[in-house]
Antibody, heavy 119, light 111 residues
Framework: QGQLVQSGAEVQKPGASVRVSCKASGYTFIGYYIHWVRQAPGQGLEWMGWINPNSGGTSYAQKFQGRVTMTRDTSINTAYMELSRLRSDDTAVYYC????????????WGQGTLVTVSS | IVITQTPLSAPVTLGQPASISCRSSQSLVDSDGRTYLSWLQQRPGQPPRLLIYRVSNRFSGVPDRFSGSGAGTEFTLKISRVEAEDVGVYYCMQTTQFPYTFGQGTKLEIK
């Protein structure tokens, strides 16, 4: 069925960077895209972009272009999302999710990583 | 693509039906003829969970009281008989066109 386990909560200062990891297990890591979605406190869901773990190819939402970098390490079945030049409004829970390409559904989701940006 | 979800709050009596609607600003039919509209449930303190994909396909393990319907720009999630475990926020999501987008969410609560 598959499982995604994310790294722990982070507190960062404005202007800093944060890297969140997403470790896959129970399925063939390179066979499915990984997407990243964030959720500000008490707010809805916002799509950030995807990475193809097989090729390393990426696509980012325009809002995050220039600030987000998605990478992967196939030797340890882990995807990463790095967000730079952090602002207070980047405070959110960041989720990774596996996408089944054919039907474009998202499952499973990681448990989420809270990133707090505060001076 | 902007998705407008209604209602934003849905108080429901246990055992009664519930219905949530999503309207997209443009058709969600892709060039391959398929419509990529999903429904997600997010229980308090939990990550989202997939309920329905491609408008009306129930995901593995999802109770059959959940059903999805619609076409083009109008979509509906129905719960035939609400149970206590259904409390949470429901989102529709389109994966037809980048950037993928979500509805604002509908908070389902028990009266």
């Amino acid at each position: 069925q598959g499982q995604l386990v994310q790294s722990g909560a982070e507190v960062q200062k404005p202007g800093a960077s944060v890297r969140v990891s997403c470790k896959a297990s129970g399925y063939t890591f390179i066979g499915y895209y990984i997407h990243w979605v964030r959720q500000a406190p008490g707010q809805g869901l916002e799509w950030m972009g995807w990475i193809n773990p097989n090729s390393g190819g990426t696509s980012y939402a325009q809002k995050f272009q220039g600030r987000v970098t998605m990478t992967r390490d196939t030797s340890i079945n882990t995807a990463y999302m790095e967000l730079s030049r952090l602002r207070s409004d980047d405070t959110a829970v960041y989720y990774c999710a596996r996408m089944y390409y054919y039907d474009r559904w998202f499952d499973p989701w990681g448990q989420g990583t809270l990133v707090t940006v505060s001076s | 693509i902007v998705i407008t979800q209604t209602p934003l709050s849905a108080p429901v009596t246990l055992g009664q039906p519930a219905s949530i609607s999503c309207r997209s600003s443009q058709s969600l039919v892709d060039s391959d003829g398929r419509t990529y509209l999903s429904w997600l449930q997010q229980r308090p303190g939990q990550p989202p969970r997939l309920l329905i994909y491609r408008v009306s396909n129930r995901f593995s393990g999802v109770p059959d009281r959940f059903s999805g319907s619609g076409a083009g720009t109008e979509f509906t999630l129905k719960i035939s008989r609400v149970e206590a475990e259904d409390v949470g926020v429901y989102y529709c999501m389109q994966t037809t066109q980048f950037p993928y987008t979500f509805g604002q969410g509908t908070k389902l609560e028990i009266k």
